[in-house]
């Protein structure tokens, strides 16, 4: 490694607390985050609660809307399987087969940038076309604040499962464990990205 | 002040080999992940804007003494700000914004958590570094890029930020290109913030070294722990208030934009339905624990040094801690004390007017529990702890004037007023800053190897004492008077004139305040160099950091430290020296 | 190994099933949304669904089922708590205001208290 030695608990679990940094590390940051996603939330309530009952701050209806429950529900459905994938490429690498771990983290980023794609051709695109950017009105200020900050998210889980992917082997033939745990904390992170989608396609494409 | 000598009882974990060969300049001193050279890298930037922090307000104290005079001197190198010396309203408020924005978020912060949470706490639980070294030093650089963007607002067009560090909509959202870059800036330093909070939790829970249970932690390591939550849990929604006023600024959404809004005659072009009130809710669930993130790890260094200046354990250790554990979760139900004047109703108000006043407990337990510390002690009036020992009472005149604060019908009359500026100020200037100083004294000896000088120090103490006083305590009487903050000129009320000689106490204050920081400032770069130099525990302290060489090589400990006892084992029965330091076993 | 070859098969017959129940999930989301339960408890049918989900998701994929770590359970406790606070307080307030105001803060006034309204805005409120 780099400057300075590598410290205990990186690997095995440390004896007392049952867990490795990593894992404590990816946890904090992760309740770090249901906050963010949370004010993200409150907003949402505040702002639908407070929104004047007619005129163009109006709350559109959900045909005014016009979010499509085809198009959210299939992305929903493309995350839930790319969190199979992500936690299949975990178990593959804990049982030493590193290519089929591999194989399962290219899943992954393919049915992330899919997500992406989707949203981007067939609800962004459309969208800012017809001038129902996020200043229409404060349904579309908080659904795209919300689902462009999850997409920003998920790219940035392509890009460190990406790293792994590309550049993780020498790890894992020095040392295979380290490694595991790894691809175990980007899948925390990768779980908890669908998460908050479980919550993002109810709330916003099917209310009435 | 590193040494090559690597200390070899550091744990080697699952991977044996590491590699002692000799890092470069860059490696060593600049994008260093040891955790001290991190820890003085953000002490010596803090401490630099805290200076700067206070030459802005050494500037508004003018304008405030003086109303629409030019200033001397200075005037003139602001032409735009202060246009033939006079200062404009404009440049004050993005004056008095900055300075608010500059010392919490650039200053007292990084300072307590990055500096001195950085370079003690690892010392302090016997581990050779933080559990995430390449975080932390991704933490400090974030923070630098974060300062700079701050920094870059005095120069756009129109200035800096001139919304108050509270930036509260919708003034915030029209307002020039500074409140982007401060925006901008803050979205950097919350990041940050957030990557060290991490590495101190998991560094706490993981790597105390054997022996060493959660309950014979020193008082700082709690502090920081509790801390480290507070700045998890609570930037967030900062975070997320700031995308969300950045995209009304830059993409015209209306989050915080009522309708109808009309700016100098003019109708704003938002659709409209949006919140103010969302702005300050987000931003008090911040902004709240912040302030006792401000307060907890200077408690923590005081606690350190009362007790090592008293012979004495501390009483009532285990009462400290469980009150810094309340009071951190009391924190994030409190904030709309922050907001009773905005037309809350009675049961909501009562609500969080309630949890204020319980939360005024654990900070009463806290001083008491200090304050029985000091009774039967062996007192030594070294210099931090006649820091620490005023620290005392200038906390308890801060806690007190909250409460009025924390009342809705006494706040009625006091929002908004100097009173306000009174209260938290005596918590954070002679409160938190006073701690700081304490700390910088104490551990100067273990970073550097020498002591600082004691005469100098001493006059630090008595006039930065006496001057912090006279800057603060007439701000209760101009706030009780009816005077507003962030007036540019108060003079044009007659209920600010009557007390105008009380505002030019607190300029000259002030400006007396800041030549009594030129011993400190001379002190601490001249003792670099020419202090007396020291052994590994100059002060006879029996917590773990002074078992450590003075400065500690990479790695921290000659050999790996084993605890036996509590953290303040001082006067023990039946030894000769008047203190067992934790990691020696009984004699 | 042999031992860890084991379990994880056994984990990743629950991760195909959790992969199911969640697919199903989605569809009965989607359905019960096209039904109406009445005001407030059609969020909280589809709130409910999504936790039910959520829960899968972090038992199973994040583990939590079989995590022994105090210190992630404190964590998830503490946050759960403060997120609760932070989605109820600031709505609570708004609901309670004083009985003069209307429904709003920041609403559009009503028609019949336009006339003092009017001059109150137009004094520089």
């Known amino acids: 490694m780099s400057a300075g ?52 701050a109006a709350w559109p209806t959900h045909e005014q809307a016009g979010l499509s429950w085809k198009i959210g529900g299939f992305n929903t459905l493309v995350l839930i399987i790319s969190s199979v994938t992500m936690v299949m490429a975990w178990a593959s690498l804990k049982t030493g087969d590193l290519a089929k771990g ?101 709330v916003l494409y099917l209310m009435n | ?164 560090w509270t930036s ?137 040094i009362i007790a090592n200046n008293t012979r004495k354990p501390l009483w009532g250790y285990r009462a400290m801690v469980y009150s810094m554990v309340f009071l951190g979760f009391m924190s994030f139900i409190v904030w709309a004390h922050h907001m009773f004047m905005t037309g809350m109703g009675t049961k909501i108000s009562t609500f969080f007017a309630t949890t204020t006043m319980i939360i005024s407990i654990p900070s009463v337990i806290i001083l008491t529990a200090l304050v029985i510390s000091l009774y039967q002690g062996a007192i030594r009036f070294t210099v931090p702890m006649l820091f620490a020992l005023a620290f005392l009472p200038m906390f308890a005149i801060g806690g007190l004037t909250g409460l009025p604060l924390g009342l809705p019908v006494s706040d009625i ?84 004139s009557a007390v105008q000689n009380l505002t030019k106490m607190s300029s000259w204050g002030a400006w007396m305040l800041g030549l009594s920081q030129l011993p400190f400032i001379l002190n601490f770069f001249m003792s670099f160099r020419a202090g007396r130099k020291v052994s590994d525990n100059p002060w006879d302290a029996t917590t773990l950091e002074w078992a450590a060489p003075s400065p500690p090589p990479h790695g921290n400990f000659v050999t790996e430290p084993v605890v036996y006892r509590d953290p303040y084992d001082y006067s023990p029965r039946g030894v000769a020296r008047d203190f067992l330091p934790q990691h020696v076993a009984e004699a | 190994m042999g031992d860890a070859h084991a379990d994880i098969s056994k984990h990743v017959r629950a991760y195909i099933g959790v992969f199911v129940a969640l697919a199903i999930a989605t569809v009965v989301t989607v359905a019960a949304s096209t039904v109406n339960f009445g005001g407030h408890w059609n969020m909280i049918v589809a709130l409910v669904i999504a936790l039910f989900k959520a829960s899968l998701v972090a038992a199973i994929f994040m583990h939590l089922k079989w995590e022994k770590s105090v210190g992630i359970w404190w964590t998830l406790g503490i946050c759960a708590i403060f997120f609760v606070a932070l989605m109820s307080l600031p709505v609570l307030t708004s609901h309670d205001l004083p009985a003069e105001s209307h429904q709003g803060t920041w609403d559009v006034l009503p028609a019949a208290a336009h006339g003092e309204a009017g001059h109150a805005k137009a004094a520089g409120h």
């Open chain 1, 5 to 56: 030695a590598l410290l205990s608990y990186t690997v095995k679990p440390h004896p007392v607390t049952g867990v490795y940094s990593g894992k404590l590390g990816t946890w904090l940051f992760l309740a770090s985050e249901v906050m963010l996603f949370g004010a993200l939330f409150s907003a949402y309530v505040l702002l639908r609660v407070g929104a004047p009952h007619e005129g163009a």
């Open chain 1, 102 to 202: 591999r194989m399962f983290l290219a899943l992954t980023v393919a049915l992330a940038l899919l997500f992406i794609v989707v949203k981007l051709v067939f609800e962004y695109m459309p969208k800012l076309n017809a001038g129902h950017g996020p200043w229409h009105n404060n349904f579309f200020g908080i659904y795209f604040t919300l689902t462009g900050l999850h997409a920003l998210h998920i790219i940035g889980g392509v890009i460190v499962i990406g790293y792994f992917l590309l550049f993780g082997h020498k790890l894992w033939y020095k040392n295979p464990e380290y490694y595991t745990n790894r691809i175990e904390c980007t899948g925390l992170y990768w779980h908890f990205v669908d998460l908050v989608w479980i919550f993002l396609f109810p």
């Open chain 2, 1 to 164: 002040m590193s040494s090559h000598q690597h200390g070899h009882g550091h744990q080697h974990g699952d991977d044996g080999h590491h590699d002692h060969h000799e890092l470069g300049f860059w490696r060593k001193y600049v994008f260093s992940v040891d955790h001290k050279v991190i820890g003085v890298q953000y002490a010596v930037t803090s401490l630099c804007f805290l200076f700067f922090g206070f030459c802005l307000m050494m500037l508004m104290r003018w304008q405030l003494a003086y109303p629409g005079r030019p200033i001397p001197v200075i005037g003139p190198l602001f032409p735009k700000g202060m246009p033939d010396g006079i200062m404009l309203p404009e440049f004050y408020n993005a004056l008095g914004a900055m300075h608010g924005t500059i010392m919490v978020f650039l200053g007292v912060v990084p300072l307590i958590v990055g500096g001195f949470g950085n370079y003690v706490m690892p010392l302090q639980i016997g581990a050779p570094d933080m559990a995430f070294p390449k975080l932390n030093m991704v933490s400090y650089w974030v923070y630098f890029v974060g300062a700079i963007v701050m920094m870059a607002g005095f120069f756009v067009p129109g200035g800096a930020a001139n919304s108050g």
């Open chain 2, 168 to 304: 509260y909509a919708p003034l915030s959202v029209i307002a020039t290109t500074g409140q982007t870059v401060w925006l901008l800036g803050m979205v950097f330093l919350i990041t940050s913030s957030l990557l060290g909070s991490v590495n101190f939790i998991v560094t706490i829970i993981q790597l105390r070294a054997k022996g060493l249970t959660m309950f014979r932690l020193p008082v700082f390591v709690w502090a920081q722990f509790v801390t480290a939550f507070l700045l998890l849990l609570a930037f967030p929604p900062l975070e997320a208030a700031a995308v969300l006023q950045l995209m009304d600024r830059l993409v015209g959404t209306s989050f915080f934009m009522p309708e109808g809004l009309v700016v100098s005659g003019q109708l704003q072009n938002y659709a409209g339905g949006g919140s103010p009130l969302l702005w300050q809710h987000l931003f008090w669930f911040l902004a709240h624990p912040e302030v006792y993130v401000l307060i907890l790890p200077g408690l923590g260094m005081i606690a350190e």
């Open chain 2, 413 to 496: 009359q006091l929002h908004d007023t100097y009173y306000v500026i009174g209260h938290f100020h005596y918590v954070v200037a002679p409160g938190t800053i006073f701690a700081i100083f304490a700390g910088v004294y104490f551990w100067y000896p273990k970073v550097t190897g020498r002591t600082m000088n004691t005469a100098l120090g001493w006059m630090h103490f008595v006039l930065s004492f006496v001057f912090i006083n006279v800057v603060f305590m007439p701000m209760f009487f101009q706030g009780l008077a009816g005077v507003s903050r962030r007036l540019y000129d108060q003079t044009q009320y007659a209920h600010g």
